[in-house]
């Protein structure tokens, strides 16, 4: 690796054209300007200069390497002040969570970044075990998840919790379980579970979702509820995602005597410092969901 304040040496030689003024300029001895000059071209293997006297011209090598090494020397300089530089408002935050919860924050943090254009959002839907991984490996800044998380370098909290719906066709105000069983059920990736979890409280008869008969499956969280909008029949999904339907006049939603709620939870990196940026989208997505 190429020793860095070598580079600056060279550079600043390069620009003020003097050994002597160099050395004043970077508060060294002249034969220290030219010890680094020195070692900068053994390690290089290539001649730099061509010295005439106190006077010199760059060779070709020189030029090129100027060309390149005064960008990353300006970059070295700043580097203790761009560190230190950690707006609210600017950079990229990324985010993944259930398709669900996207549907109702998705919308709203891009009102965030309609506010302030620098703030960038990469939000992205996924299931809960690729949330906590992705937490877990810093290739996501904030996971939202539905269930705790496992990984001991992941740090959560309780977010809000979202209620369990039980969506039919419109219409349908027979809620027996036989008539449940004659609508059938239409199925997505977290079926089986929400079903488990809403059918369970409040029908003794339900043995999962395997005894009933399925009519449909999407994994689109927009669409799960089209083949319900048109009578092929019931499914159990979280109120965000049942909100954010077009044709609620197609179907018709149930709360059912023994309600049954998800806990989402906020993830971050355990250990890992926050920026302000990441902070500023945390605030939203609470507001949001609250």
């Known amino acids: 690796m190429i020793n860095p304040q070598w580079l600056r040496s060279f550079c600043t030689l390069v620009e003020v054209g003097h050994f002597t003024q160099t050395a004043q300029r970077l508060h060294m001895t002249q034969s220290g300007v030219s010890q680094h000059m020195h070692k900068l071209e053994q390690q290089l293997g290539v001649t730099l200069l061509d010295r005439h006297g106190k006077q010199f011209t760059l060779t070709d090598a020189g030029e090129r390497l100027y060309a390149e090494a005064r960008e990353l020397v300006a970059a070295l300089a700043s580097l203790p002040q761009r560190l230190g530089h950690d707006p609210a ?14 549907l109702k924050l998705y919308p709203h943090l891009l009102s965030l970044q309609q506010q302030h254009r620098q703030l960038i959002i990469d939000y992205r839907f996924a299931p809960n ?105 019931f499914t159990v999904l979280p109120a965000y995602a049942v909100e954010m339907f077009a044709q609620q006049s197609l179907i018709q939603v149930h709360r059912l005597p023994q309600p049954v709620s998800e806990t989402l939870y906020l993830a971050t990196r355990a250990q890992q410092p926050l920026a302000n940026r990441v902070h500023t989208v945390m605030k939203a997505t609470q507001a949001g969901l609250t």
Not at 164 to 179: F, M, N, Q
Not at 194 to 204: D, E, G, K, T, V
């Open 129 to 233: 075990r690729s949330i906590e991984q992705a937490v877990a490996n810093g290739e996501t800044d904030i996971g939202i998840m539905s269930c705790a998380a496992t990984l001991s370098n992941v740090s959560y909290e309780t977010l809000t919790t979202e209620p369990l719906l039980l969506v039919t066709p419109a219409g349908c105000d027979d809620l027996s379980w036989s008539h449940l069983q004659q609508l059938g059920f239409i199925d997505h990736p977290d079926g089986a579970h929400h079903a488990a979890l809403l059918l369970s409280a409040n029908y003794p008869e339900f043995q999962g979702v395997s005894f009933i008969a399925k009519h449909g499956f999407s994994n689109q969280i927009a669409l799960i509820l089209e083949p319900v909008s048109r009578g092929f029949g």
């Open 89 to 102: 408002f600017q950079g990229e935050v990324r985010l993944m969570s259930p398709g669900s919860v996207g």
